[in-house]
């Protein structure tokens, strides 16, 4: 069972994904947040695979969470989940160590998908932020 962590500040957003992850076997939402503390705290409590951040989040932003998350919950991959697909953002995500980048348009199943995908140590990156970093990597290390 892939025990997942859904870090939102908007409670609807997290009872979403968690019905839509809770309609998939293998996966099992065990914990929420609010903000990216919380997100740490509760994936260290609840020894997570999978974390989903939200970017803009009071307390403690997504990034700043995904960056921390190693030293909280080894292990533990990170999904950003996020309305924000700015080049920096998603550029940042993946520096950070993130396993991959949606938007909060994916389909249900691509999330279930990219939950998988994630726990089992692949990545998952939505086309826009597929096309940022290929967009980097073709304009080389000063780009």
């Known amino acids: 069972m892939i025990r997942v962590l859904v870090a939102d500040d908007e409670p609807l957003i997290r009872a979403g994904i968690r019905m839509i992850l ?10 929420e ?11 260290r409590a609840h ?10 989040m009071p307390v403690m932003d997504g990034l700043t969470a995904l960056a921390e998350l190693p ?5 533990a991959r990170a999904l950003v989940l996020t309305t924000f697909g700015e080049r920096d953002n998603v550029l ?17 199943a691509e999330l279930i998908q990219a ?8 990545a998952f990156l939505s086309p826009v932020a597929t ?7 073709a304009a080389g290390p000063a780009g």
Do not use: W, Y
């Open 22 to 31: 809770s309609s998939a076997d293998d996966i099992d939402v065990v914990a």
């Open 33 to 43: 947040a609010a903000d990216g503390r919380e997100a740490l705290e509760l994936a």
């Open 47 to 56: 020894g997570v695979d999978v974390v989903l951040l939200d970017i803009q």
């Open 71 to 75: 030293r909280a919950a080894p292990g």
């Open 92 to 108: 940042r995500a993946v520096a950070a160590g993130g396993a991959g980048f949606l938007l909060k348009d994916t389909a249900p």
């Open 115 to 122: 939950v998988r995908a994630a726990a089992g140590g692949n």
């Open 131 to 137: 096309r940022f970093i290929v967009d980097r990597l």
